[in-house]
């Protein structure tokens, strides 16, 4: 029995893998002056490999641009689009990388990836960067198993703070700040173990980071971390303006979640129902309010009402605190007409009534 062609414009539709089985370079591969020694780690969109530096005999990682959903490896090593169908989404991905390592070799700061340099081969893109030794603070907070220090926060928050006030000098903004995107660096000479460890921040993935002109389209592509993520960046037209204030939202998050430990609502539902607990009644004996009431006006649900720089942020960190005052009582029920003829000629002229 003879097939039916399919219908004009019939597209299959085809399961991808998230990521092809043995998609990542294998060791003794060679880049340039670089030799391919172990594998880091593998997200969806890049793989990061151990390499050496065959010039300066030193270790250092490169990042392959790499998309599980879009890409995979040809037989002579090439990355190649799974279709063509995917190629036109693949290549504004790859200009996507190489921007972001443009941007981020421009910076020089210790919270911030270091990238030495890039370059496009193999029908991608790659970029080295030192060889980072630690835990993602996802991690760090597993292996804690409590909520850390007021102290310690609040160096991790300052040093962050100043990393991201960098960026927003540049109208840039990182828009994924969660505590899988930030590494702990591990001081190997310092004392005490790990955990006890001075906080010593690197922020990651910029993948979701855009340069922003003030004057300029707001339309960045949608990237979303649930809990972390503020409002505005569910909004699919761009009528909400993303700013400093986005990332304000995500770092404070990130505290709340690391004092109450678990994420915290996602900003969306806590538009149609807020439920979440503030910070200063979560964390009230343990942390002072003046840093409490800091993280609630961060997580303000609308952008209006959050710090709206990150030295506004550092800045509600030792503000005096002052309590909100009492709601005012309830009137007393009063019954019938009467009463309530009573209660509206008080409300006008409450001397008759002293």
Request: with cysteine; glycine share 8%.
């Amino acid at each position: 029995m003879n097939t039916p062609p399919p219908p004009p414009g019939y597209q299959k539709t085809m399961l991808m893998p998230r990521r092809d089985i043995g998609s990542q370079l294998p060791v003794g591969t060679r880049l340039q002056e670089f030799v391919v020694e172990g594998l880091v780690g593998v997200g969806g969109f890049s793989i990061v490999y151990r390499v050496r530096d065959t010039r300066l005999d030193r270790v250092v990682a490169i990042k392959e641009y790499i998309p599980a959903a879009l890409a995979t490896r040809g037989a002579n090593g090439e990355v190649v689009a799974r279709s063509p169908n995917h190629r036109e989404n693949y290549e504004l991905g790859l200009k996507s990388f190489i921007n972001e390592a443009r941007l981020l070799a421009a910076f020089d700061h210790p919270a911030l990836v270091k990238v030495y340099r890039f370059w496009a081969e193999n029908g991608t893109a790659y970029m080295v960067m030192p060889f980072y030794d630690g835990l993602t603070l996802k991690k760090w907070l597993s292996n804690l198993g409590t909520a850390p220090s007021e102290a310690w926060l609040r160096v991790l928050a300052e040093q962050t703070i100043e990393a991201l006030a960098a960026l927003h000098g540049q109208k840039i903004y990182h828009r994924d700040v969660a505590p899988d995107n930030v590494l702990l660096l591990h001081d190997k000479h310092a004392a005490g173990s790990f955990l006890e460890q001075r906080p010593r921040p690197l922020l990651l993935d910029f993948g979701a980071a855009r340069r922003v002109i003030s004057d300029a389209t707001q339309n960045l592509t949608a990237i979303l971390k649930p809990g972390y993520s503020p409002v505005e960046q569910y909004d699919g037209d761009g009528t909400m303006r993303q700013g400093p204030w986005t990332d304000v939202y995500a770092l404070c998050a990130v505290l709340y979640s690391a004092l109450a430990g678990k994420v915290p609502p996602s900003a969306i539902a806590r538009v149609v129902k807020d439920d979440m607990v503030p910070a200063l009644q979560l964390g009230g004996g343990r942390y002072s309010p003046s840093f409490l009431a800091a993280i609630d006006a961060g997580m303000a649900i609308w952008p209006a009402g959050r710090p709206q720089s990150m030295a506004e942020l550092r800045a509600r960190f030792d503000a005096p605190y002052e309590p909100p005052p009492p709601p005012p009582p309830p009137a007393p029920a009063r019954s019938g007409l009467r009463g309530w003829l009573r209660s509206w000629v008080a409300s006008r002229w409450p001397r008759w009534f002293g």
